[in-house]
């Protein structure tokens, strides 16, 4: 069984950074893909960025590209994400979710999830 555990969240002023963090258990992930979602307020879920065990591949949203960078560590078994340059519109519930096989960006393929942590950029 996958467990999820994600970290890292808080408030911070705009144009701050952040860094949270994924911790996964129950599994071999490597052949797992990793993604980091977004839920706020009133908005559907909305994805982030992904990476791939196996090779490392990594994915960005285009709204978080060249802010935000996802990476991993395999001898902890841990997700990364990585925030910088935070605006408002990055306030949100972070998830970090789990599928076997390649990346996809939509949520409803991703079975596994955390519990979410809460992320709040003040202007």
């Known amino acids: 069984q996958v467990q999820l555990v994600e970290s890292g969240g808080g408030l911070v002023q705009a144009g701050g950074s952040l860094r949270l963090s994924c911790a996964a258990s129950?599994?071999?992930?490597?052949?797992?893909?990793i993604g980091w979602f977004r839920q706020a307020p009133g908005k559907e879920r909305e994805f982030v960025a992904a990476i791939t065990w196996s090779d490392g591949s990594t994915f960005h949203a285009d709204s978080v590209k060249g802010r935000f960078t996802i990476s991993r560590d395999n001898a902890k078994n841990t997700v990364y994400l990585q925030m910088n340059s935070l605006n408002a519109e990055d306030t949100a519930v972070y998830y970090c979710?789990?599928?076997?096989?390649?990346?996809?960006?939509?949520?409803?393929?991703?079975?596994?999830w955390g519990q979410g942590t809460q992320v709040t950029v003040s202007s």
């Open positions: 129950g599994r071999t992930f490597s052949h797992y893909t």
């Open positions: 979710a789990a599928r076997q096989g390649y990346y996809r960006d939509n949520s409803y393929l991703y079975p596994d």
